[in-house]
C-alpha cells in the first residue's frame, strides 16, 4: 500500500504534494486551491498513523567525541529507535527538560531510578543494567547509597542531582505505594516536575490508577510481548542522553 511522504518530507509546495503516490491526486483535484501552508491531514487509513521524528534533537554542548568501543555500540543500537505517537509525546517534554538543566548544570546523572524495595535485585537491578549498557548515568539506591548512611538523605541527594527520573511500577511498586513506604516518597517528589517517566512491567496503568491517579494520569511506556524491558531502556536512553 502507498505511505503519505507528508510526516517525514513534508508538502510545502503543490510540486511536493504532487510528488507523493498518496497525495498527488488530491492535490491534482484541488487544482488552484490547494495552498502550501494548509494542515497536513494524514490519509484515512489503519495504516497511515504519522510518524513521529525518529531522534530527539541533541545538546551540542557536550561532546560525544573519544568514546569507546561499547559507547559506538550503544550508539549503533539507538539509531534504531522509533517510536509511536504516544511514546514521543511522552519522551520528548522529558527531553526538553533535560536539554534545558543541562544548559546551566552539565554534572547531574541522567536519570533517577524509582522502584520497589522487592525489586533491587530482580526487575530494578535488570532494567538499571540495562540502562547502563547504554551509557545512562543512572542514580540507583542499591548502587548509591553507602552502607551506614540515610538512605531518605541519600535518595534526597539522588532526586536533586539527577535531570530525569524513571519509575519502575510493577506489582511490587503497587504494594509499595500502597504501604506509603520510601518508593512513595521518591514518586511525591518525582511528580513535582515534569521530567519523570512512568514505565509499567508486569501490570498496567489501569492497576495503577487505582493506588496512584497522579502518576496513571501521565503518559508513560509498558512492556508486553511487544515491548521488551530491553527496548523500553533503549528509548529512554534515547531521550535522557545529550549526544
Known sequence: MSQCTAPIEGHRTASGAASCP?????SSRRGSHYSPHSTYTPPSSAHSTPTPPRRFPSYASKSSAGGSGRRASSLAKRSAVSYSISEYQTLNPVH???VRIAQTDNDRRDLFLCHAWDDRQSAALDF????????????????DVPLGTS???QIDRGLRNSRAGVVLITPAMLKSLNAE???DKELSALLATDRVIPVAHGTTFEALRDVSPLL???????TSEYASLDEVATKIADAVLLD
Not at 547504554?134 to 542499591?142: A, G, Y
Not at 496513571?216 to 509498558?222: F, I, P, V
Open 22 to 26: 498518496v497525495c498527488r491526486y488530491r
Open 96 to 98: 526538553e527538560q533535560v
Open 128 to 143: 538499571y543494567n540495562l540502562l547502563s549498557g547504554l551509557d545512562v548515568k543512572v542514580w540507583f539506591s542499591e548502587k
Open 151 to 153: 538512605l531518605l538523605r
Open 181 to 183: 513506604g520510601i518508593a
Open 216 to 222: 496513571a494520569a501521565r503518559s508513560g511506556l509498558t
